[in-house]
Nanobody, 126 residues
Framework: QVQLVESGGGLVQAGGSLRLSCSASERTFSAYAMGWFRQAPGKEREFVAG????????YYGDSVKGRFTISRDNAKNTVFLQMNSLEPEDTAVYYCAAGWGEEKQEVVSPLRYDYWGQGTQVTVSS
């Protein structure tokens, strides 16, 4: 059982930046693909970014491409999401997830993820 704990959310003005972190309890963290998803009120959960087990392959949702960067530190069992040029439309609860996948069609699907964190709120004011 992998336990995931997100941190780093908060309130920021449009154009600002936040860095989310997700720490995993499991020593086999490095075997998992990791993803960030978000869900705004009244909307479906949306893929934000994903990274394969080694960190060599990264994928992004169209709405965040060029603004967000996902990375991981397998030695520290942590995955990060650097969010720049934030927009009010980025307001949501952000979840990290651990799962399996290498190719983009695998990493972007929430069905590929077995473990989820509790989420952290990101609010971007205009």
């Amino acid at each position: 059982q992998v336990q995931l704990v997100e941190s780093g959310g908060g309130l920021v003005q449009a154009g600002g930046s936040l860095r989310l972190s997700c720490s995993a309890s499991e020593r086999t963290f490095s075997a998992y693909a990791m993803g960030w998803f978000r869900q705004a009120p009244g909307k479906e959960r949306e893929f934000v970014a994903g990274i394969n087990w080694s960190g060599r392959s990264t994928y992004y949702g169209d709405s965040v491409k060029g603004r967000f960067t996902i990375s991981r530190d397998n030695a520290k069992n942590t995955v990060f999401l650097q969010m720049n040029s934030l927009e009010p439309e980025d307001t949501a609860v952000y979840y990290c997830a651990a799962g399996w996948g290498e190719e983009k069609q695998e990493v972007v699907s929430p069905l590929r993820y077995d473990y989820w964190g509790q989420g952290t709120q990101v609010t971007v004011s205009s």
